[in-house]
């Protein structure tokens, strides 16, 4: 089984040698701009020698900064926020002014994307988690008609 792993944003890498254990971290610039995973050979201090797959993970770990709006659908209020981060079947969200949100209510957010149109989407979630001032919601439909679907699939890759 060969191992995976990411460079992360400086372009840097942690390797772990499967026999002594030892985390290497080295710059990896050279690959940065692989856009496939690439299979390469790593030289342990302990004599090893073993392969991993590196590969880079685009957009995913990029903060996203989408303006909108939240809407409860328990009690009306209505709110500022931005989405910062997205998946196809959630995204997480910052309201401006604190809001006590439950785990399971429904709200409706709305929120421009930053592609070329600004396209406006709309959607009813659920919410899943909250930490902080950061609210984990689920969409209720995770088929994406509109904007949103090309959109994440750019964002996630
Ligand atoms: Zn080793």
Known sequence: MTAKVLINEQNMSTFICPKCNKAKTANVSKFKDIEKAVRI???CSCGHSYSVILERRKHNRKQLNLVGAYTSLKDNNRGSMTVV?????GLGFEP???H???TGEK???EFRLDDKQESLIKREVVVRSIKG???GVEFSRHDHH???GPYIAWQVG
Request: hydrophobic share 45%; proline share 0%; glycine share 0%.
């Open 41 to 43: 050979k790593c030289n």
């Open 85 to 89: 981060s997205l998946s196809r079947i």
């Open 96 to 98: 401006s002014i604190e």
């Open 100 to 102: 006590k949100f439950d």
């Open 107 to 109: 709200i409706l957010l």
């Open 133 to 135: 001032n950061l609210v």
């Open 146 to 148: 509109d904007q949103l």
